[in-house]
């Protein structure tokens, strides 16, 4: 195996480069790896020795050019002028690669060193580099991807030929507690519903009625979660969930079509919870005919106009915002982890940008408090990012051009400027100036967000950004699925059993059937069994089925429990299909995972793949392979 010193391992030819010291600084040389220059053996791996703490006069050190941010006396990275795209289709910028001159230790082509089946190769040096990062203390890649804080893949994603990174700030690098943040605009919703005459007393906020990924009918005053076809799974009217029956004669025949804005409204983001929670609890009241009224004739749409009304004013005038910046404790999730997972990506090279549609003062506030006390040798959170834009008016700023100011003081005035420089605070503008400022387009840019329509599925469409959605709930809904697997395995199993019962009854039935219209059944035998003992076989496995059912029936209803009692799971839609959440975030969301930290134990070097999509006949598919042998 061939390695080098720089923060641990390097792998050859476009591999991962991971920190082998997490984020420790480059002054940590607790383990050195030298690569042996002279005297190799003619053994397929190249020796590799490990050495513990010593002078640098000592070991053959591989070092880091600051600029290069690799060892540049071994390694090359192959820039976006000369890059390629690899099998899977996918920029080739930013792999790291040997320098021709080092090659010769391996042979006139890279392989001498290397020889044998390349499988048993692969396999053999694998082993060595795991056994290296245990030596290290450095997590194996595979234990964070199988864990509640994954990233995980729906399109294939190259991050080394990733040039640029921005980030959302509300959800996304400011984690908040829900029940708090959430907590404070409802109450001050309810204020202002008061102040306009409306009942609230009695109510308060219940985080539980609602999940991320549910739909609002505005005509019908109902919450709806439907598949990833649209069609509606189960339902509540006010706060009473709705029976199987019910939801089936109510949406029988329709699907949730997310364009047609003025019926339905999608839950996108945690910030939707105070709203959809007040509404469905104002629905009861207007069912119950508690609405004055001389506020006029009010249908279901109309309460959702004014819910809607009284939560903006709750954010315009001002007073949730600033009793959140007053106690920024109370409101925010702190994560150490977080600005060392920036720290890593700006240091490899990336570009990194922070795009909200908060105003000045308040990012200021909360990204301080969030980043500012993690951050080491007195940086604060400005020096991560290379182009700060706030008060961004997305979706908007992806999709049309807006005048850009750049902030000059720490009391947030404004000057008006048309080009977006290195180490800038900017007002407004457009996705597009800052492709232009950076020179960077396109796919070489990805963003992450919290909001499936406003962050990820305009920066996608408009512009091909590469995209990440960060959605929190994700590590409840990890934990509550491996909770809830032995419950899930009971249940397919009596499934599977009331199918194999029912092709067996159908068989019998057909067989019936056809007998009393004077034809043939299926078989000379089946034609020839006697009344009494096919009915009564019919009779037998009608009875199991029914008592199936039975059980079936209420461990569907307590599927997802775990994550929600109402709801169940939030990528789930029933026991089989998956959510119209679900299907969004696949459509849109490049990787996702729960928090942006995450990015700390995959390197910014990370190759995300894909995995296979399976597909109905693939199963059979398998099973008839299996079958000719």
């Not at 060595?128 to 893949?153: T, V, W, Y």
């Not at 009942?199 to 739909?215: C, E, Q, T």
């Not at 009875?543 to 994550?563: H, N, S, T, Y």
Request: glycine share 6%; aromatic share 10%; net charge negative.
């Amino acid at each position: 195996m061939f390695s080098a010193e720089v923060f641990g391992v390097f792998a050859v030819h476009g591999a991962d480069v991971s920190p082998a010291f997490g984020p420790a600084t480059a002054n940590n040389t607790n383990y050195t790896t030298c690569f042996k220059k002279h005297a190799l053996s003619s053994h397929s791996v190249v020796n590799t020795v490990r050495f513990p703490k010593a002078s640098p006069a000592t070991l053959c050190r591989c070092t880091v050019d600051s600029k290069t941010s690799v060892g540049g006396e071994v390694f090359s990275v192959t820039p976006s002028g000369k890059s390629d795209v690899d099998y899977l289709g996918e920029s080739t910028k930013g792999d790291l690669n040997v320098k021709l001159e080092h090659l010769e230790a391996f042979g006139t082509d890279g392989n001498g060193a290397l020889e044998g089946p390349i499988e048993e190769v692969a396999r053999a040096e694998a082993i060595e580099a795991e056994d290296l990062l245990k030596d290290l203390g450095i997590p194996s890649p595979s234990s964070s991807r199988n864990s509640p804080r994954g990233i995980f893949c729906s399109r294939t994603l190259n991050l080394r030929s990733i040039s640029a990174i921005g980030y959302d700030m509300d959800y996304t690098l400011v984690q908040y507690n829900v029940m708090a943040w959430e907590g404070r605009a409802y109450d001050y919703c309810m204020e202002n519903l008061r102040n306009m005459g409306y009942p609230v007393d009695g109510l308060s906020f219940d985080p539980d009625l609602v999940i991320r990924g549910l739909v609002i009918d505005k005509e019908r005053g109902n919450l709806v979660k439907a598949d990833r076809f649209g069609y509606i799974k189960r339902a509540m009217h006010g706060t009473k969930m709705l029976s199987t029956r019910a939801v089936s004669e109510m949406y029988g025949r329709e699907l949730v079509d997310l364009r047609k804005e003025s019926r339905w409204e999608f839950l996108n983001t945690l910030f939707s919870v105070s709203e959809a929670v007040a509404y469905m609890q104002m629905v009861d009241r207007l069912d119950d005919g508690n609405i004055p009224a001389d506020l006029g004739p009010l249908d279901y749409k109309g309460l959702y106009k004014a819910v809607g009304k009284a939560l903006f004013w709750a954010h315009v005038e001002g007073r949730l915002k600033s009793e959140i910046m007053s106690k920024p404790e109370q409101f925010v999730e702190p994560d150490p982890e977080l600005p060392l997972a920036l720290l890593d990506q700006k240091e490899a090279g990336k570009k990194l940008l922070l795009i909200t549609n908060s105003d000045y003062l308040y990012t200021d506030k909360m990204m301080r408090h969030s980043f500012n006390r993690f951050l080491p040798n007195d940086m604060g959170w400005r020096d991560l990012f290379d182009i700060v834009i706030v008060s961004a008016r997305k979706p908007e700023f992806f999709q049309t051009s807006h005048p850009m100011y750049e902030v000059v003081t720490g009391e947030g005035l404004m000057k008006p400027c048309f080009k977006a420089k290195t180490g800038g605070l900017y007002s407004g503008g457009s996705a597009q100036m800052v492709e232009n400022s950076l020179n960077i387009h396109g796919d070489e840019i990805l963003y992450v967000g919290d909001h499936i329509y406003t962050d990820v599925s305009q920066s996608k469409v408009h512009l091909r950004w590469r995209t990440a959605l960060v959605c929190r709930e994700l590590e409840d809904e990890y934990n509550a699925l491996i909770g809830s697997r032995i419950h899930r395995e009971s249940l397919v199993e009596l499934i599977n059993q009331k199918e194999v019962l029912g092709d067996l009854f159908n068989q019998l039935r057909l067989a019936l059937q056809r007998r009393s219209n004077d034809r043939p059944a299926q078989t000379l035998a089946a034609t020839n069994m006697k009344d009494e003992d096919l009915t009564e076989s019919m009779q037998k496995l009608l009875i199991v089925m029914q008592r199936l059912d039975e059980k079936i029936a209420p461990m569907l209803e307590a599927d997802g429990e775990l994550f929600n009692s109402r709801w169940g799971f939030m990528s789930r839609a029933g026991l089989w299909d998956k959510s119209h959440l679900m299907r969004q975030i696949e459509k849109y969301a490049d990787i996702y995972t729960s928090r942006v930290s995450n990015f700390l134990y995959y390197t910014p070097f990370m190759y995300f793949r894909s995995q296979e999509q399976n597909l109905a006949h693939d199963l059979y598919s398998h099973l008839c392979s299996q079958s000719s042998y």
